[in-house]
């Protein structure tokens, strides 16, 4: 009597472990086809895809949250004894290696609803720099501008800074630094960048998104730094190489010479 209790007793166990591997499967698979198809869909809109996008881990933590209930209903329906069971096979789980998963899940919860950053945006965390290109429940995966995917655990946003680069927006300002002689033409010099930033095709010039020409005098040289909206993100290094093109060029036809390094002493005046 005693073996037959205890095989029904593990039969209860393993029944539901087995329906909730079955669950998550099934939420896990549901949740990559809904998120691949609407990123996908998300590009006829434009500028508000990344509004769009933003729709991707809310519906996760719909699919991952009914897929939880679900499995709390099974849970309930157990008795005492099985319930005090899989209890403590539950909190040996989260002792030996699933703290983690729910301090990505924690993380993705506020991912999702804090908006720190979204699905498009270009981000720094850490040591890291690119666009969002997807926000999982465990983890966030942005692309480098060098075409590398990025896995990063969502407990990070708890743990570190995170900067945006555009905070939802499609508009994000770029930096260009030019660097002439302190020999050359500081006035012609800005003339010339200014109109290299104003003419690009893409800048977004508006009350909200102005640009701005800095110098700053260095010991070999003069930084001319300009700060402008380019008006898509994804045009972001596009825009910087044309600007920093053209002005280049116009240099060298107006005779805007490069810096040159200069002996201590020997630094000459800036026109």
Same mark, same amino acid.
């Given at each position: ?21 079955i ?18 869909f998300? /590009? ?6 990344i ?8 519906? /996760? ?29 539950? &909190?040996?789980?989260?002792?030996? @290696? ?8 924690? @993380? ?8 720190p950053?979204?699905i498009g ?8 720099? @690119?666009?969002?290109?997807?926000? @999982? ?30 905070? &939802? ?20 010099a ?82």
């Amino acid at each position: 009597m005693v073996d037959l209790t205890s095989t029904e007793f593990y039969d209860e166990i393993l029944s539901l472990a087995l329906d909730a591997v079955i669950i998550f499967i099934g939420a896990y698979v549901l949740a990559k086809i809904l998120s691949f198809v609407l990123i996908r869909f998300s /590009n006829q809109f434009g500028h508000a895809r990344i509004a769009v996008r933003m729709i991707v881990p809310i519906i /996760n933590i719909i699919i991952y949250s009914t897929a939880i209930l679900l499995m709390v209903r099974q849970i309930v329906s157990l008795g005492t004894i099985e319930l005090v069971a899989f209890s403590g096979l539950f &909190g040996a789980a989260i002792g030996f @290696g699933l703290k983690d998963v729910f301090a990505n899940i924690i @993380g993705g919860v506020i991912i999702a609803f804090e908006k720190p950053f979204r699905i498009g945006d270009r981000i720094t965390m850490g040591e890291h720099y @690119g666009e969002v290109a997807e926000i @999982g429940m465990l983890d966030t995966r942005i692309v480098t501008p060098d075409d590398n995917y990025i896995t990063i655990p969502n407990y990070k946003i708890i743990t570190q800074s995170v900067a945006s680069a555009n905070a &939802g927006f499609t508009e994000m300002m770029v930096v260009i630094d030019i660097y002439i002689d302190h020999s050359a033409d500081l006035d012609r010099a800005i003339t010339i960048f200014k109109e290299a930033v104003v003419t690009s095709r893409h800048v977004y010039i508006s009350d909200r998104c102005f640009y701005t020409i800095l110098t700053e005098n260095q010991l070999h040289s003069v930084r001319l730094r300009a700060r402008a909206y380019v008006w898509d993100l994804r045009d972001e290094f596009e825009c910087m190489a044309e600007i920093s093109r053209r002005t280049k060029r116009a240099f060298q036809q107006e005779g805007i010479l490069p810096p040159r390094y200069y002996v201590p002493g020997e630094m000459p005046e800036a026109s």
